[in-house]
């Protein structure tokens, strides 16, 4: 069982930054995947990053890459945005896959069990 808890979206202008917060509390499952989602409105939900709960390199949708980073801090999967652009806009959602084999990732959404409620992030001038 996984609890997941976002927080940290916001209005900000294009070119501007947010940091984003996930809170996993009841961690239990071993060899835990996270990730972060958006949904933009009207859209499907779509993949933007993903990092082993243990360790080891992010992966990052096209569309992100270097501009956010995902990273553990103690209980909290952030997800750090700069340059921000109009097109990141949506809600953006935490989630986590367990137990997965050392060294995969999912993108799918469908891959994933647990999810946040979500925290709308808004990039407009």
């Known amino acids: 069982q996984v609890n997941l808890v976002e927080s940290g979206g916001g209005l900000v202008q294009p070119g501007g930054s947010l940091r984003l917060s996930c809170a996993a509390s009841?961690?239990?499952?071993?060899?835990?995947?996270m990730a972060w989602y958006r949904q933009a409105s009207g859209k499907e939900r779509e993949f933007v990053a993903t990092?082993?709960?243990?360790?080891?390199s992010p992966y990052y949708a096209d569309s992100v890459r270097g501009r956010f980073t995902i990273s553990r801090d103690n209980d909290k999967l952030d997800l750090q945005m700069n340059s921000l652009r109009p097109e990141d806009t949506g809600v953006y959602y935490c989630?986590?896959?367990?137990?997965?084999?050392?060294?995969?990732?999912?993108?799918?959404?469908?891959?994933?069990?647990?999810w946040g409620q979500g925290t709308q992030v808004t990039v407009s001038s």
């Open positions: 990092k082993s709960w243990s360790g080891g």
């Open positions: 989630a986590a896959a367990g137990p997965v084999p050392a060294g995969v990732y999912y993108t799918r959404p469908s891959r994933y069990t647990y």
């Open positions: 009841e961690v239990t499952v071993n060899n835990v995947v």
